[in-house]
């Protein structure tokens, strides 16, 4: 049974940091690629980040530069670096992996950027 199970997250004011973490059981980690998601009020969720199994990351365009994906195959988890927060990244943010033909999600984690 694979299980991502998420912390970190929180309230914090525009300009400000946080930081996501993800723990992934079930899988062999470090073979797969590991991915952060988010979804706004009213909006579908969209891909935020995404690392490849030999730690390449890349961003959607808006996170570019203050969004910091990486990976621990030690620990088997993924985190995402979030600096300089602005009231758009306001959203549930969800950890992502894709194995065995199928889709697997954290339990999401609220982050709220007030202005």
């Known amino acids: 049974q694979v299980h991502l199970v998420q912390s970190g997250g929180g309230l914090v004011q525009a300009g400000g940091s946080l930081r996501l973490s993800c723990h992934a059981s079930g899988i062999n980690f470090r073979l797969y690629a590991m991915s952060w998601h988010r979804q706004g009020a009213g909006n579908q969720r969209e891909l935020v980040a995404t690392?490849?199994?030999?730690?390449?990351?890349n961003y959607t365009d808006s996170v570019k530069g203050r969004f910091t994906i990486s990976r621990d195959n030690v620990r088997n988890t993924v985190g995402l670096q979030m600096n300089n927060l602005k009231a758009d990244d306001t959203g549930v943010y969800y950890c992502?992996?894709?194995?065995?033909?199928?889709?697997?999600w954290g339990q999401g984690t609220l982050v709220t950027v007030s202005a």
């Open positions: 690392i490849s199994s030999g730690g390449a990351a």
């Open positions: 992502n992996v894709r194995a065995r033909g199928r889709e697997f």
